[in-house]
């Protein structure tokens, strides 16, 4: 069974760098053609993909946020990881991460708050 | 980036009767493999976006045989009959052909 669980700080203040985490379970993220990726929802909004990373250690990012994100993965401990600098009000939402075949985590509720 | 496109729904719609949302991208996503690279989720509310097609019109496991995908390279339609008070939510088409990934703005089912 494919569960992933996202964990975050919850809240943070503006500029400072947001830093998610990825467990999962149930697949291996060094097996052929397997990715994960992380997905944001802004409360009450639509769904904006942001990052893939896949079994093989490419990484995609979304070209509207690029220049502040890193995705990292620990495959031995089946984690998946983003990391978002400079974070603003507008970064305020629910982080989900999904595996490439469409399952996703809960998600998690980041505030970015003074 | 491909943008994805979704129509409305003439919110509310009667239960037991059908409900078909549309969805148009701007760049086909018809691969040289033969497979469209579009996918449908439902969000209930209060609940992460649950897979309900896969490349176009393959059902996820578990989906309701209720859910229908179908279309061409960039006009699809998912047609959901005899809708039922579980499929109240946002449905979003999603493209993943090629990178960005980008989702349609979501579509919202009431019933009545």
């Known amino acids: 069974q494919v569960t992933l669980k996202e964990s975050g700080p919850g809240i943070l203040q503006p500029s400072q760098t947001l830093s998610l985490t990825c467990s999962f379970s149930?697949?291996?993220?060094?097996?052929?053609?397997?990715?994960v990726g992380w997905i944001r929802q802004p409360s009450g909004k639509g769904l904006e993909w942001l990052a893939t990373?896949?079994?093989?250690?490419?990484?995609h990012y979304n070209p509207s946020l690029k220049s502040r994100l890193t995705i990292s993965k620990d495959t031995s401990n089946n984690q998946v990881f983003l990391k978002i600098t400079s974070v603003d009000t507008a970064d305020t939402g629910t982080y989900y991460c999904?595996?490439?075949?469409?399952?996703w985590g809960q998600g998690v509720m980041v505030t970015v708050s003074s | 980036d491909i943008v994805m496109t979704q129509g409305a729904l003439p919110n509310p719609v009667p239960s037991g009767e059908s409900a078909s949302i549309t969805c148009q991208s701007s760049?086909?996503?018809?691969?040289?493999?033969?497979?469209?690279?579009l996918n449908w989720y439902l969000q209930r509310p209060g609940q992460s976006p649950q897979l309900l097609i896969y490349?176009?019109?393959t059902r996820a496991s578990g989906v309701s045989d209720r859910f229908s995908g179908s279309g061409s390279g960039t006009d699809f339609t998912l047609k959901i009959s005899r809708v039922e008070a579980e499929d109240v939510g946002v449905y979003y088409c999603?493209?993943?052909?090629?990178?960005?990934?980008?989702f349609g703005s979501g579509t919202k089912l009431e019933i009545k």
């Open positions: 999904a595996h490439t075949l469409g399952y």
């Open positions: 149930g697949f291996l993220l060094s097996a052929s053609s397997v990715g």
């Open positions: 990373i896949g079994w093989e250690d490419v990484k």
């Open positions: 760049k086909s996503l018809l691969y040289s493999d033969g497979k469209t690279y």
């Open positions: 490349w176009m019109s």
């Open positions: 999603q493209q993943f052909l090629e990178f960005p990934l980008t």
